[in-house]
């Protein structure tokens, strides 16, 4: 990819993406594959004002081996510098960018009854620190190709091509292959903007879900939740975009309120491993069976890993026929793949749901039926037939979603 | 290079370089060129019973772009996480391997005086860690190819080539390159102790340096001073590699008792950047006068960090007609160039170089004639008519180097 265009997304991601403010700490965490990418992404943030610019650089195979031969108790532990970098970014409200690029299946054959035991002993010890940040800091996820992502995508293809290939698909997707990537966004941010508002102007009370795949689901929206989708904003007012890209309007619906089975429609790569093919019923408002062709036992895994992993912590709306979804590439990739499928999301919620939650603490978000939960797994139910309708307070039926598109 | 032979250097590096010790926890410090042979590395300490490895990635291009957007004062502060890791490794006594692979002027252009300053600020917080693990933990530094340093060595060769050729020169002169690299270094190590053995018979008092290029200087050495080479103990006697590779023979000389001019034969990388064709006059023991037609700023900047960095803490004596040095590549980097050539280093002095150290302090090993400072330089003397005559307590001059090589 020529180095002037990924200048641009570098920019997209520093500007739009952090937005970092004059004399803040970034955190960047990333992986080895683009090395070069990710310096420009440094320069960018300080070109912005960022004080300081930290990268924490993670390399999967290496994550394998250390998987594979500590003890769980030291799996477990969070360790003294860690704890030491969570105090800072908690004091500091320091940005967060997530650059992704590892194999969605890197790492498979890792026990993953082991891995759920650390990262449950873990979770504790991390729970201060992301509630003390949650609505405060802003924060992004992206990705970079990874050699090995790029070869599950384009198996066709050298793995120099592949990597090529991945790139044009990545700055097609997050709009960042044109002239002025931020100018784009800036639209991009006003249409989703519209759409939401149009949507929290119904009243909406339950969304209905039914599909010729099986899919035949009902959930309950909170009682003043909102749509959201693109750019947020911190408590104190500083807009980001967490997600580039971004297609979806989503809310958070609530939590223990939901009934049905849903299935599947895309692959989900879960903790480097993959599950294929697999329904989630849910009863009383939380998951009572999951089944899958590949990945059973992780999904199932995965479900109980506390309390709120059973439940919902979020409904995303997006087209069946969107640009991404149309060009037929699959990412296994949950950023990418979000935003080609209508999606639900098991585990953690969004605060900013809920209409006025900068008055609440997240103890009350959670009483307002936000779901609390260590994980947040978005998974695909978009389909060529999904229908959706919502239903308003005064029982009125809208439809929301016909023939997998929007309806309106 | 082939897997199976990078699989013996990487057991090299962790059974002869750290001599892991069950239950120990490993500090890997890498640069982000090689990453499969440093998750290598890391499953070798783990084979060897480490309890966790840790490695703390860096990538050099990034360091100069905190070095250009950074203030002097966030350069200057060690971050909390950094100390806590520091307080970590003080208590555990882990083991620390430092993979070299860096760009030999990768930081050209830097604002040297900003970052001696930075350094400078940062030495105080650090030192007190330093001073804890001295001599009490294994460590080791070792090299793997970057491809800015491999087409800085071999610049006639494509980037993959002169890689592939780095390789090769970095296996063979780390007696790594056979089929059992372990015993090797074994009898090598048992060969350097032999020669040890024969100077500390000598009671030698100084070593006075001649050649054709200039040198002219005389070091005293000090009264309880000892040569070492190869394997190391810790004070609790686990044996250990600090450099791989290592053909020389070390002491360290009486600080502030030095005389007279000596001419450096190979370039230095001092911080990621080049001095080249220097001189260094000492007087009183005190560097007094440096001389470069490259770099000379940068040098009067390193011997001015502290007080300890005008002064001498390393002689050390390597045979010109080494292999690696007949070899004729110029590494650009000290772990190698410093085992083709005799060198001095300006800075901290080794306790174990005093009989007894077991049982000094830190202070007593100063107050014994042991260098302290900052920094630790070495640079290269050794020439083709080096000759060095030792002086013992008696007054007898012995013909300890000839025409550059072993006079015994």
Redesign the interface.
Known sequence: MRTSQLKKYAKLLARMGLNVKKGQTVFIQAG?DQ??F??MV??EC?KAG??????D?S?Q??GK??A????LE?LSDL???????W??KAKDFSCRLFIESEDPDGMAGVDQEKMSKARRAQYPQLKPYRDAIENRHQWCIAAVPGEAWAKKVFPELSPKKAVEKMWEVILYTSRADGKNPVKEWKEHNADLAARCAYLNSLGLKYLEYKSGNGTDFRVELNEDGIFCGGEEKTLKGRAFNPNIPSEEVFTSPKAGAAEGIVYATKPLSYQGQLIENFSVRFSGGKVTEVKAETGEDLLRQMVSMDEGAGMLGECALIPYDSPINNSGVLFYNTLFDENTSCHLALGHGFNECLRGYENYTNEECKAHGINDSMIHVDFMIGSADLSIVGITKNGDRIQIFKDGNWAF
């Open positions: 080895l090395p070069a990710v310096t440094a320069e300080y960022a004080k300081a610019v930290y990268v650089w390399h195979p290496l081996i250390n594979v031969y500590r003890s030291t360790s003294p510098w860690e704890k030491a970098k105090e800072y």
